[in-house]
């Protein structure tokens, strides 16, 4: 016999001979044989136990065989338990007919055959067991669909909150390259949602001078079906451009197809101007290195020079002709002075600041302007609203306003106006009080590509006049008493209005005597051409 | 009667330099004497009356800046003036009265001179 699991066979008469026989008959199956003597403890023995095949007599006391097939069909745990009956007696098709109408599945009669009532019945045994089998294992099926299922469920909740949690914007692409998912980031900082940006929606995003080049490496990759990697700008919701490193790897199916790429685009925006303001400040540190040694290397010799041109000029042996030579090189030796005092102007003349006031020594700045204010035909605007006597280092201040009323005055070589204001004021974002010093004038402007370089050093727009170093330095001189110098150039009514402003955080001292009353500078020298608002 | 000429020390390591300053401050009507070190000037100062120290800066072994410090422990009365073509002021130059950058020139040498030993007499 087969090593099977038994199953239990109900063997249903009212005479106990009968059963014992038919107990004969089936004991080699091997199955739990039950017997009941009527439909009565028959219906006890089948609420009780899982019963895969009920025999049982037509024609019993009580209850016979077609009641209790009636009674066991009503429930509906053994809609499909198999009865066969066994009748000596009601042998007509009639008979036979109501026997399956009330779900028997075989009917035996008397005499019965027992090779044939146990192969009957093995077959049914079997077919039961074959059943509880198969339920077992669709329980099983439906049990690990519902885990799958749940485990689905849950990565890809967590796929989904793991790709909105990251910095960086995610997508998900077919294997050609087109987008069927972004994740929450990429939508809140494009502003678009899947729907707009889908396929190859996100194209409009694209910075057009990129946009070539990127679908190309799209392409190739994925026509070779390796990783992929970029830089470029994308265009955020507020319609400036950020940059972004982006990376998409190829996701396999078990036959190494590939089925789609997962994307990721990193901002590196931050991380790109930090380096380029690095490069910029290594390159401007190291030119300041440099311009401090040229200096110091000339300075030397250059002092040399002066002092035997100091001496040749006054030597009597010398003629006309000869003095005037060294006339010539004297002059040229003071440019040369004047360049390497420029780039040397970062030392100060004296260890402790002293009081300066600004308003005296923009007035020294402008007398020594005045031969150009007049050659250039420039309308002087002086406005003082304070002393502005600070404590600071005189020498390197005059430097800054040196080069700023400078560079205004040779920005009008057909004329203009040249306005000075000194006022004292409070700087808006920290709220430090000091002295603004505004330089304006009227020439040719700044244009915007120089804006961000002039002050750069050797920065120049003056050809061969300029050294490119005077805003470098009026900067790193402001800089050093904490301040900021800044310029604004606008075209109003046809003409450029350029105006450099310097603030200097510093209390203004006022025990000194006042310049702005004793000297008159108070006001306007001349009558402002500019609008009083 | 006609004041004596004030005397200055001048201290060069470079030869050529230091010959055409002393030119330029005996032609300003001062008396002149060279030392091409720090510890030549010491000596100098010990053996001599001197009005006015010059010194240039960077000089190998003792510095125009630890100079002016000696000299101003011995004598904390004499004014120093410290020379330099070096774009930063240097540590220790505190200790001289005035520090002057090179390119100044001639007339500013001269008149640097002129107002420190002003301020002595």
Redesign the interface.
């Known amino acids: 016999m087969s090593t099977h699991e038994p199953v239990n066979i109900l063997m249903v008469d009212d005479q106990p001979g009968k059963l014992l026989s038919y107990e004969a008959i089936l004991g080699p199956l091997g199955e739990n044989l039950l017997k009941a003597n009527s439909g009565r403890e028959a219906l006890e023995l089948l609420l009780k136990k899982e019963i895969a095949v009920v025999l049982m007599d037509v024609s019993m006391p009580d209850i016979d065989g077609f009641q209790l097939a009636d009674m066991i069909r009503e429930h509906p745990r053994f809609q499909k338990t198999a009865i066969i009956f066994i009748s000596a007696v009601h042998l007509t098709d009639v008979d036979r007919l109501k026997g399956y109408e009330r779900g028997a599945v075989d009917y035996i009669s008397v005499p019965v055959i027992p090779e044939l009532l146990r192969a009957k019945v093995s077959v049914f045994a079997e077919l039961h067991r074959k059943n509880q089998q198969l339920e077992r294992l669709n329980r099983e099926l439906e049990r690990r669909v519902a885990e799958r299922t749940e485990e689905l469920r849950e990565s890809e909740a967590q796929f989904r909150s793991l790709a909105n949690s990251i910095p960086q914007l995610a997508w998900m692409a077919n294997p050609d390259g087109s987008i069927f998912w972004y994740n929450q980031r990429w939508c809140d900082y494009t502003g678009t949602g899947v729907e707009e940006t889908n396929g190859w929606g996100w194209r409009a995003l694209q910075h057009p001078d990129h946009l070539q080049r990127v679908i190309e490496g799209i392409r190739r990759a994925s026509s070779a079906g390796e990783p992929w990697e970029d830089t470029f700008p994308l265009r955020g919701q507020d319609g400036s451009y950020r940059w972004f490193l982006s990376r998409a790897l190829p996701i396999r199916d078990a036959s190494g197809l590939v089925v789609r790429w997962f994307g990721t685009n990193t901002d590196i925006t931050d991380r790109k101007q930090a380096e380029e303001a690095l490069v910029k400040s290594e390159r401007l540190a190291a030119m300041g290195r440099l311009a401090g040694i040229i200096a110091h290397e000339i300075n030397n010799p250059l002092e040399a020079i002066s002092n035997a041109f100091y001496l040749l000029r006054e030597h009597p042996s010398l003629d006309e002709e000869a003095k005037y030579y060294s006339e010539l090189a004297k002059k040229e030796l003071e440019r040369v002075a004047h360049i390497t005092k420029q780039t040397l102007s970062f030392y100060r003349e004296s260890e402790r600041p002293v009081p300066v006031s600004l308003c005296e020594l923009l007035d020294d700045v402008v007398e020594l302007q005045s031969r150009r204010l007049q050659l250039n035909n420039v309308v002087l605007d002086k406005r003082y609203r304070s002393s502005g006597v600070i404590h600071g280092f005189p020498v390197e201040l005059k430097q800054v306003f040196l080069n700023l009323i400078g560079n205004a005055v040779q920005a009008m070589p057909d004329g203009g106006r040249l306005r000075i204001h000194l006022f004292e004021s409070k700087e808006r974002h920290s709220g430090r009080e000091g002295v603004r010093v505004s330089v304006y004038d009227t020439g040719t402007g700044i244009r915007g590509e120089h804006a961000k370089k002039i002050f750069e050093p050797f920065f120049s727009t003056k050809a061969t006049k300029g050294t490119g170093l005077g805003l470098w330095i009026s900067r790193g001189i402001v800089q050093k008493y904490e301040g900021t110098i800044r310029f604004r150039s606008l075209r109003v009514n046809g003409g450029n209005t350029t105006c450099f402003s310097v603030f200097i955080p510093a209390k203004v001292i006022r025990n000194l005597a006042d310049p702005v009353a004793s000297s008159g500078t108070l006001g306007q020298m001349v009558p402002s051409q500019y609008g009083s608002a | 009667m006609a004041a004596r000429k004030p005397i200055i020390l001048c201290v060069d390591d470079?030869d050529?330099?230091l010959l055409?300053?002393k030119?330029?401050l005996q032609?300003a009507g001062y008396d002149v004497v060279t030392a091409g070190s720090a510890l030549e000037a010491l000596k100098i100062a010990e053996s001599q009356k001197v009005d006015l120290v010059l010194s240039d800066h960077l000089m190998p072994g003792v510095t125009g800046a630890e100079l002016a410090q000696q000299m101003k422990a011995q004598y904390p009365h004499l004014p120093i003036i410290l020379?330099?073509?070096?774009?930063?002021?240097p540590s220790g130059?505190?200790f001289a009265d005035?520090?002057?950058?090179?390119?100044?020139?001639?007339?500013r040498l001269c008149q640097a001179v002129a107002a420190a030993l002003e301020g002595t007499s």
């Open positions: 470079e050529t330099p055409l300053r030119l330029v032609k020379l330099s073509g070096v774009n930063e002021i130059a505190e005035t520090f002057l950058s090179k390119v100044e020139g001639p007339d």
